[in-house]
């Protein structure tokens, strides 16, 4: 190994370990707003916990657990624990479109576009 090889070595070692000693800080998550990632969702006793009332606040109450899209055929969304198609009503909103992400509602000819939420991936 040459000099020049031996003090790169030394100082990349050097400054791994000051940050080792002087880098630990203490980390705060900041949710704004979400749900914290590091809950889990489902309890030791395999009950699945229900959404933040904030997020189901921010989309208008609505919630989409799930959605069946079929581009060729008939398309249903799982919306605040009911199944739902095109037509259905979910409280004050009408289903207008089912997409792959995300179901368009309309109420009082303004339209509510709330995406599908993908927060575990199995």
Request: some cysteine; proline content about 2%.
């Amino acid at each position: 190994m040459s000099v020049n090889k031996k003090f790169l070595f030394s100082f990349f070692l050097f400054l791994g370990f000051l940050t080792l000693v002087f880098g630990q800080g203490e980390f705060v998550y900041d949710a704004k707003g979400r749900r914290n990632p590091f809950i889990p969702l489902v309890t030791a006793e395999g009950r699945l916990l229900k959404l933040d009332k904030q997020e189901a606040a921010a989309s208008g109450g609505i919630a989409i657990e799930g959605i069946i899209y079929d581009k060729l055929g008939r398309c249903f969304a799982i919306v605040n624990a009911s199944v739902v198609g095109i037509g259905d009503t979910v409280g004050d909103y009408q289903v207008l479109k089912i997409f792959e992400n995300k179901v368009v509602f309309i109420k009082d000819g303004q339209p509510l576009e709330v995406e599908l939420t993908k927060e575990e991936t199995r």
